[in-house]
């Protein structure tokens, strides 16, 4: 009955928003969440207000754009898929291209919009929103969302990749823009202190660079903030803290999130 109602795009789709929603639902009912708030006191309904609005605006244009230029590209031959069967070292081999240059991309491209004028004209509106949530990954100037979001097309005219390759670049943007922004840390203590982990950025990462404006540019490692020294020096002690907070009694955390 419903067989071609929907695409396998569609359905994509529709699996990430259900496992969002599922996992937000779930952290709430549990109580989840509330020990796992980086900024306790930073929400504001006024940022939070003016986020819906931009998103909505950066959406329907960004959508827009970047939905004809796929098209264009793919209906002219400059973007196509193989499909043929892959082997799972083919598909790693293929995500980790991707994955390592997209960061290295998106570490000098947001380094690049926090020198003036630039940051005004264009970076300047994400960083409304000194404590994040999933909304500030989508409220963003156009202009912004175009140079990120136009990697993908950059990347897939150059590279002709697998399509379950495809089934997992697209996916690990949508996730990792909502967890770096979240404002809630859910990565395990020991992920700073172990030498294969410690590469990849965690929510507390990006969301230093929110609170603090400087540092901590990478998308999805640290590896070049590590490399050209723009890691904020109190990254990995701030990040133990979130832990040391959440151990504390009630009563004694509530102080602490006070002072």
């Not at 396998?8 to 990430?16: F, R």
């Not at 980790?96 to 300047?124: C, G, N, Q």
């Amino acid at each position: 009955m419903f067989k071609g109602l929907m695409s396998g795009d569609d359905m994509l789709s529709l699996w990430i928003v259900l496992f969002v929603a599922t996992g937000i639902l779930s952290g709430i009912v549990t109580g989840y969440f509330r020990t796992r708030k980086i900024q306790p006191k930073g929400f504001k309904w006024k940022i939070f207000r003016n986020e819906i609005f931009f998103a909505t605006i950066t959406m329907t244009i960004v959508g827009t754009v970047m939905g004809r230029l796929s098209g264009w590209l793919n209906a002219h031959g400059w973007i196509t898929f193989n499909h043929a069967p892959a082997a799972w070292w083919q598909v790693g081999l293929e995500y980790a291209l991707y994955f390592f240059l997209f960061d290295t991309y998106f570490y000098w491209f947001h380094r690049w919009m926090h020198v003036e004028p630039i940051y005004s004209w264009v970076h300047k509106l994400h960083h409304k929103s000194t404590s994040p949530n999933v909304l500030t990954t989508l409220s963003v100037n156009p202009l912004e969302s175009v140079i990120n979001g136009g990697f993908i097309s950059i990347f897939l005219t150059i590279f002709t990749i697998h399509d379950a390759t495809a089934a997992l670049i697209f996916p690990t943007n949508i996730i990792m823009g909502l967890y770096v922004h979240s404002g809630y840390e859910f990565m395990p203590r020991w992920w700073n202190k172990s030498w294969a982990t410690k590469w990849f950025i965690t929510a507390t990462f990006h969301d230093q660079h929110h609170r603090f404006f400087t540092g901590n540019f990478g998308g999805y490692t640290t590896i070049w903030d590590r490399i050209c020294g723009t890691m904020r020096p109190k990254f990995e002690t701030d990040y133990e803290k979130n832990f040391s907070r959440r151990s504390l009694p009630a009563q004694a955390s509530a102080a602490e999130e006070a002072a």
